[in-house]
């Protein structure tokens, strides 16, 4: 009987808060459009929106497990598009990134990494908008680019799920055609994300007392990869380009808010 009492008291514990639940599934439904459709521009936000419910740590911990299943989900959707030669230039960086972040984890805030990931990305938007810069930083940068984006991009995704921009300014740049940009976009999240799985439970922080909460998740995050699969199958190449941009402008935006913002 007393093991009993004992399993129905750690269920108890372990069914989420209606409000964290609420909070959770609308971040977790953005980043699912996000990733299959407007390759992560919005997901950046899960995290800050938990953050004040259960702790920084504790809500990438969370999210990780679900992020995987929707990569899986995602990659698949797009298999037919990948490109390992172009994705293989922003690996050694990813790799650095990620080193990084782990070991910043618990030792700085993610403000300043938040900022400059948001300043990367403004940086990006001047590119674009100015040929005759893009081509010189082009020329003068080469493979250094690509290293460069890759361990922004492995920082950001560590410390906060926020790899994102720095993908985008990469194969942006490169004026992929829109599934081919998506699927570069998403298979080098879920490298990302793949890599994070060792020292995320090293430091303690995939969670077994969120499982009912991720268990709850996964159907919301399934919805999200297919309504945003079904949103970018629908948008024609210019106007999925000028959405793009309008989401790399909005999540670099909240970047540099979150990263300005004192705690």
Wanted: net charge positive.
């Amino acid at each position: 009987m007393a093991n009993n009492a004992e399993v129905i008291h750690c269920m108890f514990e372990l069914w989420p808060d209606p409000v964290l639940l609420g909070v959770a599934a609308v971040g977790v439904l953005l980043t699912g459009v996000a990733k299959s459709g407007f390759a992560g521009g919005i997901g950046v936000v899960a995290v800050p929106m938990m953050a004040p419910f259960i702790g920084g740590d504790a809500a990438i911990g969370l999210l990780l497990p679900v992020l995987l299943l929707m990569d899986g989900q995602t990659v698949w959707a797009f298999r037919r598009q990948l490109r390992w030669s172009l994705i293989r230039p922003l690996v050694p960086g990813i790799v650095v990134g990620t080193a990084c972040g782990t070991w910043l984890l618990g030792k700085t805030d993610e403000h300043s990494i938040q900022l400059l990931i948001g300043l990367m990305g403004f940086w990006v938007l001047l590119q674009r908008f100015a040929p005759t810069l893009q081509r010189t930083i082009a020329a003068m940068a080469g493979s250094l680019q690509a290293h460069v984006n890759g361990g922004l991009a492995g920082l950001g995704s560590t410390l906060a799920h926020a790899g994102a921009a720095p993908l985008q300014a990469h194969f942006l740049l490169q004026r992929l055609p829109n599934e081919s940009f998506l699927a570069q976009v998403a298979a080098t999240i879920g490298l990302m994300n793949v890599l994070k799985l060792l020292p995320y439970g090293a430091l303690g922080l995939l969670n077994v007392s969120f499982t009912g909460l991720s268990l709850i998740l996964i159907p919301v995050a399934w919805a999200g990869v297919l309504l945003g699969r079904w949103l970018s199958l629908r948008l024609a190449h210019a106007v999925f380009f000028r959405i793009m941009m309008v989401m790399l402008a909005l999540n670099s935006t909240w970047l540099v808010w979150q990263g300005l913002s004192v705690s």
